[in-house]
C-alpha cells in the first residue's frame, strides 16, 4: 500500500473515529480490532504493557471504554510515526500518575524533533543511494551499447 493509501485510510479511520465516538460508550476487543485494523493480540499486548486498562465483566471479557479507545489510537498512531511504546507511553502519560500536559507536550516535541532529524537523515542516505545506482545504471548503459556495437 502506497504511503498516500495509507494516508487516506487513516484519514478515513479518523473520521470513522469521530463519527463513533458519540455512539457507542463501550467496546469489545473484537470492535477495536476491526475498527483500526490490528489484531486482538496486539491490542491485549498493549494491555499488558500498561498503555491501555480495559474493564472486565463477570464474565471476564475485556470492555473497553471511550478513553481507552483514544488511546489506542494514540498508540497506533505512535507506532505508524515509528515511536517505540516507552515513547508513546511518556507523549501520553501514565493511567496512574498522568504527567501534566506541559510535560507531555514537551516530551512529545522532543521525540518529534528526533523523529525528523532521524527521517531527514535516511533521506539524504537514500538521495545518495539513488545517485550511486544512478551511476551504475548508466556505466551498464554504456557498457551494454559497446557490446551491442561490436556484435553487430
Excluded at 527521517?119 to 545506482?133: F, G, Q
Amino acid at each position: 500500500m502506497s504511503f498516500k493509501a495509507q494516508e487516506q485510510e487513516i484519514q478515513n479511520r479518523d473520521e470513522d473515529f469521530q463519527q463513533n465516538e458519540s455512539s457507542k460508550s463501550q467496546y469489545l476487543i473484537s470492535d477495536l480490532a476491526e475498527e483500526f485494523g490490528v489484531t486482538a493480540r496486539s491490542i491485549r499486548y498493549y494491555e499488558k504493557q500498561g498503555l491501555i486498562s480495559p474493564s472486565r465483566t463477570n464474565g471476564n471479557y475485556r470492555v473497553f471504554s471511550r478513553k481507552d479507545r483514544a488511546r489506542l489510537r494514540l498508540i497506533l498512531r505512535g507506532k505508524r510515526f515509528g515511536y517505540s511504546l516507552e515513547q508513546i507511553r511518556e507523549m501520553i502519560g501514565h493511567w496512574n500518575s498522568e504527567p501534566e500536559e506541559k510535560d507531555q507536550i514537551e516530551r512529545s516535541l522532543i521525540y518529534g524533533d528526533q523523529k525528523l532529524l532521524e527521517i531527514r537523515s535516511n533521506i539524504e542516505e537514500l538521495k545518495r543511494l539513488e545517485e550511486d545506482l544512478l551511476t551504475v545504471k548508466g556505466r551498464l548503459l554504456k557498457r551494454l551499447e559497446s557490446l551491442e556495437k561490436t556484435v553487430l
